[in-house]
T-cell receptor, first 119, second 113 residues
């Protein structure tokens, strides 16, 4: 069975601090996708990134960066120079693969980390 | 570009009443469609998914049902609501070769009293 663990329930930082959100996953699949979503107070989940299991290259997008380490089954998310607008719940998710290697899209979500950035 | 709509945005219903939540996607064809529920503002639980018209797969047994009468329309229903049905319901879609990435709608907040 697939499982995603986000051990940090809540994180509180002051604006301009760097913050890392942890994500650890379990899967028996050799091929899978990992995701991060942001849920602001409005409630809608906003897609941030997708990472293939066979691509361990880290990625940076502006103030956001992601560190994927297959050896430790982790996919951590770092926000550099945090801003108040970064305050949200962040979810890590794992996609299953079926049908000869194609995903039908079932996502297993972690419980989320509540990030509060204070001015 | 693709957009997804959900309505109503909020709903307060008495226990035992019926439910119908609607989700429509624009700007794409043959998407996979999904219904999730988020209780107590935290983790998301997949309720149903659909890979085509009339094709529904249920992930969690409950008193809810789903239907897909049109390619880009997904409906979540119940004949009799329970208190435990309260929550935030999110619809999502995915397209593309593997249909891996899901994009979510604005959600419906349901309170059952």
């Amino acid at each position: 069975a697939q499982k995603v663990t986000q051990a940090q329930t809540e994180i509180s930082v002051v604006e301009k601090e760097d913050v890392t959100l942890d994500c650890v996953y379990e899967t028996r699949d050799t091929t899978y996708y990992l995701f991060w979503y942001k849920q602001p107070p409005s409630g809608e989940l906003v897609f941030l990134i997708r990472r293939n299991s066979f691509d361990e290259q880290n990625e940076i997008s502006g103030r956001y960066s992601w560190n994927f380490q297959k050896s430790t089954s982790s996919f951590n998310f770092t926000i550099t120079a945090s801003q108040v607008v970064d305050s949200a719940v962040y979810f890590c998710a794992l996609s299953e693969f079926r049908w000869g290697g194609t995903s039908y899209g079932k996502l297993t979500f972690g419980q989320g980390t509540i990030l509060t950035v204070h001015p | 570009s693709q957009t997804i709509h959900q309505w109503p945005a909020t709903l307060v219903q008495p226990v035992g009443s019926p439910l119908s939540l609607e989700c429509t996607v624009e700007g794409t064809s043959n998407p996979n469609l999904y219904w999730y529920r988020q209780a107590a503002g935290r983790g998301l639980q997949l309720l149903f998914y659909s890979v085509g018209i009339g094709q529904i797969s249920s992930e969690v047994p409950q008193n809810l049902s789903a239907s897909r009468p049109q390619d880009r329309q997904f409906i979540l229903s119940s004949k009799k609501l329970l208190l435990s049905d309260s929550g935030f319901y999110l619809c999502a879609w995915s397209v593309g070769a593997g249909k891996e990435t899901q994009y979510f709608g604005p959600g419906t907040r349901l309170l059952v009293l």
